[in-house]
């Protein structure tokens, strides 16, 4: 079987990418039945499962994911999610730190943070083109991303500034589920 591949752009969909380096995206029951192509992103692109399962492929490796699951793969990775016959809700959550810092944390969160996301993609190798990590309440998690997702529509004087702070919240749940693995 001959694999498609795609390229995503997203910075040219997404002007929140390109404002403060962050978009999320919801897909409430995402189907791909099949292994059938090679998706590459612009930037780090991370995935929530919050129900069902999947199989995550790189490279020729496979990764179950269940819902908690967050994924992270680096720049430019090929990889594709299968969920078999079934569907999965997932967020996807696009990052772009190599040309946006992310908000501040506290020292000791963002050494675990960066334990999971790679800042540059000139930092890419064999074993951080996936990460992951297994969050205690993604929904808890989810619900920064829909008010990420919501804002990031709005293009008013305060989005840039609400986009920052619903990040740091997100990334502190990242730090925090790090930490306890």
């Known amino acids: 079987m001959t694999l498609r591949r795609h390229h995503f752009e997203l910075r040219e969909q997404f002007p929140s990418l390109r404002r403060v380096g962050i978009a999320a995206q919801h897909f409430p029951a995402y189907r791909n039945p099949e292994h059938s192509s090679r998706l590459t992103h612009d930037i780090l692109y991370c995935s929530l499962l919050l129900s069902g399962s999947a199989v995550h492929h790189l ?7 269940n819902a ?11 990889h594709d999610i299968v969920t078999g016959e079934g569907t999965v809700e997932v967020f996807n959550i696009y990052l772009d730190p190599e040309r946006h810092a992310l908000p501040a944390l506290p020292a000791e969160q963002a050494s675990q943070l960066y334990r999971l996301l ?9 074993l951080n ?12 998690t989810a619900g920064w991303l829909h008010a990420i997702q919501a804002e990031q529509r709005n293009d008013d004087g305060g989005s840039a500034t609400a986009l920052l702070a619903l990040t740091q919240l997100l990334l502190v749940d990242l730090a925090r589920a790090i930490a306890a693995q």
């Open 59 to 65: 490279d020729g490796d496979s990764y179950a994911e």
């Open 129 to 140: 083109r996936l990460t992951r990590v297994s969050l205690p309440d993604p929904r808890r």
């Open 118 to 126: 790679p800042v540059h993609a000139r930092f890419a190798h064999r």
């Open 68 to 78: 908690g699951s967050l994924s992270v793969v680096n720049y430019g990775v090929e």
